[in-house]
Every structure is written in C-alpha cells, then in structure tokens.
C-alpha cells in the first residue's frame, strides 16, 4: 500500500535514505555564496570607513595644524590600521571555522547531522556579523569624537573667536616672536573671515 501512495519508489532502503537526504553538493554551493556575500559587505563597509579617514585627513593637511593636531591625526592613521588589521582577522578566523564546517559536511552523509551543520553555519556568519557590525560602530564613534577634537584644535576654529594668524605675505612663514620683523614690514594678518596687511609701526615685549 506504502508503494501506490508514494510520490517515488526506491528500491532498497539504501536508496530511499539518497532520495530524503538534500544533495550535499547543493549545501556547500550555498554555504560559499553566504559567505562571499558577507565578505564582500564587510569589505564595502571597510571601504567606506576608510575613505571617511582619508578625507579627515586631507581636512589636516589644509588648515595648519599644531603639535597636538598632529598627535591627534597621528592616532588616527593608528587607529585606522588597528581597525583594519583586526576586522581582517576576525574576518579569516570566522572563514576558517567555515572551512573546518564545509570539511566536515562533505564527511557527513545523514540527514540530521547535516542540519546541525548547517545551523551551526547560520549561527557562526549572525555571530560574524553582529561582532564586526559592533566593533565598525564602536570605532565609527571614536573616529566622530576625534573628528570634533580635530575641529575645536583647528587654528579656522580659533579665528572665529577673535584671534588672528599673522604672517609674512611674501615667505608666509608664521609670525610668533616680535624678533621676526623689523619696524615698517608689512605683515599679512588672516582672520575668520578674510585676511589684513598690516605694516609695523611700533614693538613690544
């Protein structure tokens, strides 16, 4: 009776077991395709950080920055590369316990144990992503704060509160000791919003 309500006979129980159990090949098809598409992600969202970084630092290389400024771009090339090195091996430790899977799916023929492989796989690429989805996030809020320490060091910030860079108009070497010039030079003055030539007249200190 089995026989006439089955959808497919087999022949001995041998073969039934290859019509139930899902073609392994199929599995490990899928298993490559999820995890080519979660690297390349995580890549495009390296990319992106990355590019953010470079442009911070062309904004440090345009407006002068002093000692500390330069301390603080310094901490973010290094911050940068830490965040770089550590997402591409957290990135080749979660593929190699892919691999180690991929390895013992294609050992294993029944059915249930190839579903807690493949469950565990699931799992594995959540964990990945959730992990690599916090550390970007933690490092993108690190990146923003120095970001407006950058901005409150930034000499353009300085301006805006009454101060003036003054310097020479023909060598535009910074002026910071009365020494430097000599009565009747001219002086270039730049302030937040435009810029004065001066001439000196009288010195003091």
């Known amino acids: 009776i089995a ?58 290389q345009i407006q002068h920055p002093k000692r500390r400024l330069q301390q603080q771009a310094q901490r973010l090339d290094e911050l940068s590369d830490r965040l770089s090195r550590q997402f591409h091996f957290n990135l080749l430790q979660k593929h190699q316990r892919i691999d180690r899977l991929h390895t013992r799916l294609a050992r294993q023929t029944p059915e249930q144990r190839l579903k807690r492989l493949m469950q565990q796989t699931t799992s594995l690429e959540q964990r990945l992503h959730r992990a690599v989805t916090q550390r970007l996030n933690r490092e993108q809020t690190r990146f923003t704060q120095l970001g407006r320490d950058l901005h409150n060091l930034s000499p353009l910030n300085t301006l805006g509160r009454g101060y003036a860079i003054v310097s020479s108009p023909t060598t535009h070497a910074i002026i910071t000791d009365v020494a430097e010039v000599e009565l009747g030079d001219e002086l270039q003055a730049r302030l937040h919003k435009g810029s004065l030539i001066c001439q000196v007249v009288k010195k003091k200190g």
């Open 3 to 60: 026989d006439f309500v089955a959808d497919r006979r087999a022949a001995t129980p041998s073969a039934a077991a290859e019509l139930v159990t899902p073609d392994q090949l199929e599995w490990q098809q899928r298993l490559h395709a999820v995890t080519r598409r979660l690297k390349q992600n995580q890549q495009q969202r390296l990319q992106q950080l990355q590019q953010h970084f470079s442009a911070l630092l062309k904004r440090l």
